[in-house]
Nanobody, 121 residues
Framework: HVQLVESGGGLVQPGGSLRLSCAAS????????MAWFRQAPGKEREGVAH????????YHADSVKGRFTISQDNAKNTIYLQMNSLKPEDTGVYYC???????????????WGQGTQVTVS
C-alpha cells in the first residue's frame, strides 16, 4: 500500500506561483497513477492533473492547462504540481491521490493524502 503526504500550500496573491509536493512511501510497484485534486468550499472535488508514474504521461484539466504542470522525481518518490499565474478561483484544498490507472476518479477507491490549503487572494 501507499502513504501520501502533501506539502507546499499557502497564501499567494493573484498571478503568483506555488509548488505543491506529494511524497509517497510504502509501495513497491511503479504502475500507479498519481493525481492532484482540489475542492473549494461548497463545491465538488475535481481532478487537476494526473501522471502515470511508470512512464510520465500526464493529463491536465482544461481549467489549468498552460498554468499548472504535474511532474515527478522517481528518486525521491515524489510528485509535484507547479502552479503559475494563480487565480482566485484556484483557491481550495489540494489533495494528492494514487491508484492504478489514469485518470483517477474524484470519489474512487484511491489512496489519499491529507490535503494542503491553497488560498489565492
Amino acid at each position: 500500500h501507499v502513504q501520501l503526504v502533501e506539502s507546499g500550500g499557502g497564501l499567494v496573491q493573484p498571478g503568483g506561483s506555488l509548488r505543491l509536493s506529494c511524497a509517497a512511501s510504502g509501495y513497491t510497484r511503479s504502475s500507479y497513477c498519481m493525481a492532484w485534486f482540489r475542492q473549494a468550499p461548497g463545491k465538488e472535488r475535481e481532478g487537476v492533473a494526473h501522471i502515470f508514474t511508470s512512464g510520465g504521461r500526464t493529463y491536465h484539466a482544461d481549467s489549468v492547462k498552460g498554468r499548472f504542470t504535474i511532474s515527478q522525481d522517481n528518486a525521491k518518490n515524489t510528485i509535484y504540481l507547479q502552479m503559475n499565474s494563480l487565480k482566485p478561483e484556484d483557491t481550495g484544498v489540494y489533495y494528492c491521490a494514487a491508484g492504478w490507472y489514469c485518470p483517477l476518479s474524484a470519489y474512487g477507491n484511491n489512496v489519499w493524502g491529507q490535503g494542503t490549503q491553497v488560498t489565492v487572494s
